[in-house]
C-alpha cells in the first residue's frame, strides 16, 4: 500500500504553485551519514554520477565531498531511470537534494519518491522533509522516523 494518495497530495506537485525542484533536507547529520547515504547509494544498486565543477569524476568517501562542497559539487543519483534526485554537499550538517516535481506526475512517481525518502530515511534513522521550491518554512510532507513512513505535514487547504 502507499504511504500517500496522489489525490490527497498532487497539489504540492504542482511546478506552477511550488517550483520545479522542491527542496529535500535531512538535518542534524554529520560525515557519518553523509557517507551511509553513499553507503547506501551503492548497496542499492542507484545508477549514480558524481561532479566537481561540471568534470565527472569516481565517487569520493564522504569526508572528501564535503570538504569540496557548495553548488559545483552534485551527486546525481537516479533511483529508477526517469526520476532524477540531485545532493549537494554544502556542509556536514544537513544532506540537501532537489527532485524533478515534472518527473514526479501521478501515484506510480510519488511512490518511488516515497520509496526513495522512506529508504533513506531508514537508513540515517532521520526525517526526510520535502519543502517548496526556495522555501524554508514548513515542510509539505516527509518521512517519519517514528511511524516509518512518508506522511502529509500540510494541509493543501491551508497553502
Known amino acids: 500500500m502507499s504511504d500517500l494518495l496522489w489525490a490527497e497530495v498532487k497539489h504540492f506537485f504542482d511546478v ?11 538535518e ?14 551503492g548497496s542499492q544498486g542507484w545508477a549514480y554520477e558524481y561532479s566537481q565543477d561540471g568534470e565527472v569524476l569516481d565517487l569520493p568517501p564522504a569526508a572528501e565531498m564535503v570538504a569540496a562542497g557548495g553548488a559545483a559539487v552534485a551527486l546525481r543519483v537516479w533511483p529508477v531511470p526517469e526520476v532524477l534526485a540531485v545532493f549537494r554537499p554544502f556542509s556536514a550538517e544537513s544532506i540537501d537534494f532537489d527532485v524533478d516535481l515534472r518527473e514526479l506526475q501521478g501515484q506510480e512517481r510519488l511512490d518511488i519518491l516515497c520509496d526513495l525518502f522512506r529508504v533513506i530515511g531508514r537508513r540515517l534513522r532521520k526525517p526526510v ?3 517548496p521550491e526556495g522555501v524554508d518554512v514548513h515542510p509539505v510532507l516527509g518521512f517519519d522516523v517514528d511511524s516509518d513512513r512518508v506522511m502529509l505535514l500540510a494541509d493543501p487547504d491551508d497553502e
Not at 506552477?16 to 535531512?26: K, Q, R, W
Open 16 to 26: 506552477d504553485l511550488y517550483g520545479v525542484l522542491p527542496d529535500v533536507v535531512i
Open 28 to 41: 542534524g547529520t554529520g560525515l557519518d551519514d553523509w557517507q551511509a547515504l553513499l553507503d547506501l547509494v
Open 129 to 131: 522533509l520535502l519543502m
